[in-house]
């Protein structure tokens, strides 16, 4: 059994070498295609980095946003010229139009099977925008083994939204949840102890953590905390940390409320804040799966998020925390008290569950998978 995986995102996000490094302690044979934009350096793919068999190009061209089909024959023609094909028992492509359209190609021609993810690009862009390569999409469902999805909401949305009635109860028997999991290091230092110190128990510490961009909507936030502060229970305190990604949008934030904002921690820093905050709060108006929630839990840290996107429904409400409107800074004011109310079931549930995110749990999902596609 060799799998071929074929992900553009590799040099964007850490997810992958996690997987990666999972698959490979479970024996699973496998290599990697990283397509890549013009330019773009290959600093992520240090062998010392990504210490796995992979052939990386840069052969995304500019024009590719246009020129979809182009992208996608290159790409499966690079594939056959520098990988092969001969020894390959199964495709994983880790997104649905880039990845998946490759492995649609080489199915057709070759009679591979693959399996495809659907992520918040896939979504929330090509879904939405594209609107002439949704048909295209479909038969890239159609024709997969089994269809990743990372959170229950965004599979609701896309098979009810972009998928024909007449396909849709086959697409769903081929769908599986899994998650992103979290960096092992959360795990490893979960929060099992309670702090030395006694905390104000009139102040509330809100932790948002992420990029200070329009799409997290830290403005809810900042809105819901006046309106704490207004009903005078209790004082707030709100802690952003994360790059400003949108210079106007902070300015903006900056007249709205009072915060703290830290613009970068290492994770032996940002461990703290997690431990002595009280609520992360985090109601991204879209969201396929935040790691920032299963971190917050490892440490025991409740969470508010956002209904209908990628958190929501991973656990029942109320276990680990609370859903809200993301439009709406009354009800996420209203969650936060309830967290805040319920912090100690809520801690010890979090701490308790965020095992669901260990990389090897799912790297065994997929192994699984994988075998029974294959055998």
């Not at 594939?79 to 080489?106: C, M, P, Q, R």
């Not at 990743?148 to 769903?172: A, R």
């Not at 309830?338 to 990389?359: A, D, G, I, P």
Request: glycine content about 4%; aromatic content about 12%.
């Amino acid at each position: 059994m060799k799998i071929l995986h074929i992900a553009c995102g590799v040099s964007h996000s850490n997810v992958y070498l996690n997987l990666f490094s999972s698959l490979k302690n479970l024996k699973v044979e496998f290599e990697v295609y990283i397509p890549q934009h013009k330019g773009i350096t290959d600093s992520k793919l240090a062998k010392d980095k990504f210490p796995y068999k992979y052939y990386s190009s840069e052969i995304i061209k500019p024009y590719d946003k246009i020129l979809y089909f182009s992208k996608i024959i290159r790409m499966k023609k690079d594939i056959e010229t520098n990988l092969g094909l001969t020894k390959i028992s199964l495709i994983h492509s880790h997104s649905l139009f880039s990845d998946g359209g490759v492995a649609y190609e080489i199915y057709k021609k070759y009679k591979i099977p693959y399996i495809v993810a659907v992520r918040d690009t896939d979504v929330n862009k090509y879904f939405d925008k594209a609107i002439h390569l949704r048909k295209y999409a479909i038969n890239i469902l159609r024709n997969s083994s089994k269809i990743i999805f990372l959170s229950k909401p965004y599979k609701n949305y896309v098979i009810s939204k972009y998928i024909p009635i007449k396909y849709q109860n086959e697409i769903l028997n081929k769908v599986r949840i899994i998650p992103n999991g979290i960096s092992d290091y959360w795990l490893k230092n979960k929060n099992n102890w309670k702090p030395k110190v006694q905390k104000n128990e009139e102040t509330i510490n809100l932790l948002c953590v992420g990029h200070i961009n329009k799409r997290k909507n830290i403005l809810k936030i900042i809105e819901a905390a006046n309106l704490i502060r207004k009903r005078g229970d209790n004082k707030i305190q709100l802690f952003l940390i994360g790059k400003k990604k949108d210079k106007k949008y902070f300015k903006k934030l900056s007249k709205k409320g009072y915060f703290t904002h830290i613009p970068y921690l290492s994770k032996e820093e940002l461990i703290s804040y997690y431990r002595n905050s009280d609520v992360f709060v985090m109601p991204s108006l879209t969201e396929s799966f935040g790691l920032v929630y299963a971190e917050a839990m490892s440490q025991g840290l409740p969470i508010v998020y956002t209904k209908g996107q990628g958190f929501d429904e991973q656990f029942e409400e109320g276990t680990v925390g609370y859903s809200v409107d993301a439009l709406s800074a009354v009800d996420i004011a209203n969650k936060i008290k309830l967290v805040y109310e319920n912090h100690k079931s809520l801690k010890e549930n979090c701490v308790n569950m965020v095992e669901e995110f260990s990389w090897k749990r799912i790297s065994e999902n997929y192994k699984q998978i994988y075998q029974n596609i294959i055998n």
